[in-house]
């Protein structure tokens, strides 16, 4: 049975951080890039980052315009774990974030349909 369990959500200050994980199983997890997006009520989801990892290519990280430099993506492929790293949280940032999967390394990584598997999601608030 495939999971994709995150946590790591809850209320900040803006300017604080947060650091999300999200655990999976039931899967091949080296084999799969992962990605987080996320959801404010009454907007589409969008992509905030990805990370994916091969013998042959290494780790592969892509991130949002809106997030670079202030979130870091990273995997731990011993753990079946993705983290998201989040700094200088802005209210902007307030929203429903998602774990998901996506068989390969190829494609487009910012699509919601390129992924196979998703978690239920962690509501992060950034106050101001």
């Known amino acids: 049975q495939v999971q994709l369990v995150e946590s790591g959500g809850g209320l900040v200050q803006a300017g604080g951080s947060l650091r999300l994980s999200c655990a999976a199983s039931?899967?091949?997890?080296?084999?799969?890039?992962m990605g987080w997006f996320r959801q404010d009520p009454g907007k589409e989801r969008e992509a905030v980052a990805a990370?994916?990892?091969?013998?042959?290519?290494?780790?592969?990280?892509n991130y949002a315009d809106h997030v670079k430099g202030r979130f870091t993506i990273s995997r731990d492929n011993a753990k079946n774990t993705v983290y998201l790293q989040m700094n200088s949280l802005k209210p902007e940032d307030t929203a429903v974030y998602y774990c998901?999967?996506?068989w390969g390394h190829g494609g487009t990584w910012y699509r919601e349909d390129e992924y196979d598997y998703w978690g239920q999601g962690t509501q992060v608030t950034v106050s101001s």
């Open positions: 998901a999967a996506d």
């Open positions: 039931g899967f091949s997890f080296n084999n799969y890039r």
């Open positions: 990370i994916s990892w091969s013998v042959w290519s290494g780790t592969i990280i």
